[in-house]
């Protein structure tokens, strides 16, 4: 089982169709798709800069926006079945489906680790990654991606967010970043003609 995050960046990008449309024709019974927030949560960042409240709503708000993303997906491709749980996710993928995650249920009612900015939808992926023992974590982005820098320096950097190495060090799984036109790439990992370079 691979879970596939989908960059919010992709939301209003004419290349996200066609990725969905992979993980769904290609990806049945092996994908669980994440998708970030993308505008929505740059809205909760607006609106908390200008406020100043606390993280702990800004993280129930961005949760929010994750799953508004979700549903933009699932309205693009009804192809992807919904999971509002994680227990959800297994039988989904017995069916053949490919899962698509409505991560509601990441909502806090106290701060915890996760519930800063540093945490984003690429940790809660990993976190996801981890909860259901997937084989591979793909991230597709919209921004370059030098293959030569380690999770590490992509977190310095601001490609994946700061908390994302250190959360990995125990993952059992390769983590790849792909380019949001690196479809042919995606497409031929799931149908096993390319392999992953674990970083």
């Known amino acids: 089982m691979w ?8 939301c209003s990008d004419p290349v996200l169709p ?8 290609i990806g049945g019974g092996r994908v669980t798709v994440v998708c970030g927030g993308g505008t929505f949560a740059d809205e909760v960042r607006r609106v908390q800069s200008h406020w100043q409240f606390n993280d702990l709503a800004a993280h129930n708000m961005a949760v929010l926006a994750m ?18 749980r994680k227990t959800d996710i297994p ?10 995650w409505l991560p509601l249920e990441l909502r806090r009612d106290h701060p ?11 940790t809660i992926a990993l976190d996801l990654a981890k909860h259901l023992n997937a ?13 030569r820098m380690t999770l590490a320096e992509l ?3 601001g490609v994946l967010d700061q908390q994302f190495a250190k959360q990995s060090d125990d993952a059992a ?6 380019h949001k036109n690196q479809l042919s790439t995606m497409r031929a990992l799931l149908l096993g003609e390319a392999t992953f370079t674990p970083r």
Do not use: M
């Not at 039988?91 to 698509?100: E, F």
């Open 135 to 147: 084989e591979q974590l793909v991230l597709v982005k919209s921004c370059a991606i030098d293959p």
């Open 18 to 25: 066609l990725w969905l449309d992979l993980l769904t024709q």
């Open 112 to 122: 915890d680790e996760r519930t800063g900015w540093d945490a984003t939808s690429d």
């Open 173 to 178: 799984f390769p983590i790849t970043l792909l």
């Open 155 to 157: 977190g310095d950097t």
């Open 67 to 84: 799953a508004q993303t979700a549903y933009q997906l699932h309205a693009l491709n009804p192809g992807l079945q919904l999971a509002t």
């Open 3 to 10: 879970v596939v995050k989908i960059g919010g960046s992709l």
């Open 91 to 100: 039988d989904l993928l017995r069916q053949g489906k490919t899962a698509l």
